[in-house]
């Protein structure tokens, strides 16, 4: 499905199969209202193009991207990848299934983060919860001045990654926790394994107001070009 730039397009409230890349054009939005969003094997929402947004007015607990176990998709579930303007994704819950265990081996290594922002300079992302993922957010490349906001997320080996900003990142109100794990999923989730923030070259991070409940909170590294992470 693409539709045109500088547009509009609404979900009415109700439930819905993607099997194919809902395309974002530059300056549209895409607005989900509620309902379930689940996704085929090769279900995604792709924002290749500047200044797209994809907003769920009825919050995250409203609104929820269904991934299976079977997905195919190898970048983000929702994609974000283009020049300034920056996209934004405000309101949803993504859900990915995963078996009810405790070895991490038997879990489902999605290919796909459930935000690929890599390489998206300046990417907002607020109020939105990722449940189960195997890795969340992807902020690979030049994604410096990006911001996430209100974040809920129960991720199951990165959380967050970061490296090659050139900019200010702003991270606030995140709360990495066990949320809509089984007993199982959570022994899995506090392995130490599990990482919430892994940072490799970011210029300047700023990490506020956030609380973080699992394996290791946060981990510094040297990242693309030999360098580190600076910030607060």
Request: net charge negative.
């Amino acid at each position: 499905l693409a539709f045109g730039s500088s547009t509009v397009v609404m979900a009415p409230p109700g439930n819905y199969k993607i099997n194919s890349a809902v395309v974002l054009p530059a300056q549209a939005e895409l607005i989900l209202y509620p309902g379930t969003y689940t996704l085929g094997n090769a279900g995604q929402f792709a924002m290749p193009n500047s200044g797209s947004k994809l907003l769920c007015p009825g919050g995250s607990e409203n609104t929820f991207i269904s991934v299976p176990s079977t997905y195919t998709v190898t970048t983000g579930v929702v994609y974000m990848n283009s020049i300034e303007p920056s996209g934004t994704v405000d309101g949803c819950q993504i859900d990915f299934a995963q078996p009810d265990t405790s070895v991490r081996a038997s879990l489902t290594h999605y290919a796909a983060y459930a935000i690929e922002a890599s390489n998206q300079p300046r990417a907002q992302i607020r109020n939105v919860k990722i449940v189960g993922a195997w890795n969340g957010i992807d902020f690979a490349q030049n994604s410096g001045g990006s911001m996430v906001d209100g974040l809920k997320m129960s991720s199951l080996n990165i959380g967050i990654n970061i490296d090659g900003a050139l900019d200010s990142m702003r991270i606030n109100d995140l709360h990495w926790f066990p949320f809509g794990l089984t007993v199982n999923q959570q022994t899995a989730f506090f392995n130490v394994a599990n990482i919430g923030i892994n940072s490799g070259h970011c210029d300047d991070l700023h990490i506020s107001n956030s609380l973080f409940i699992g394996g290791q909170a946060i981990t510094l590294y040297t990242g693309s070009g030999g360098n580190g992470t600076y910030g607060e």
